[in-house]
């Protein structure tokens, strides 16, 4: 999975670039096929938000979080990002399935 973190309004130093690497991490456990992607952290005045793109064939996940902390908002992120991507796995699995005419002829 290719990781790119950017910043606005904030220096993303090596801390918060290890933290977030760690837990993307996560999302890779359940889904492997991610291509890339985009983490942008921003600070606001008594406001963090991080914000993520995930590119994976077919679709464009994204998903934001505001908190008061960065890393706050950074763990409700990525809970919202496994999520989606749990659900994504989901409906395109639930669609993976053998039609009964093809069944019937791979049992004989």
Do not use: W
Not at 28 to 34: A, G, S, Y
Not at 71 to 87: E, F, G, P, S
Request: net charge positive; aromatic share 4%; glycine share 2%.
């Amino acid at each position: 999975m290719n990781l790119q973190i950017t910043g606005h309004h904030v220096t993303v130093t090596p801390a918060i670039r290890a933290y977030v690497e760690t837990k993307m991490q996560r999302v890779t456990r359940h889904f492997d096929r991610v291509i890339d992607s985009q983490v942008m952290l921003s600070v606001e005045p008594l406001k963090h938000r991080a914000e993520v793109t995930l590119h994976i064939p077919g679709k464009d996940i994204h998903c934001e979080s505001t908190q008061e902390n960065l890393y706050a908002a950074i763990d409700v992120l990525v809970d919202k990002i496994d999520r989606k991507v749990i659900q994504h796995k989901d409906r395109t699995l639930s669609r993976a399935y053998m039609s009964p005419k093809r069944a019937i002829l791979d049992e004989t």
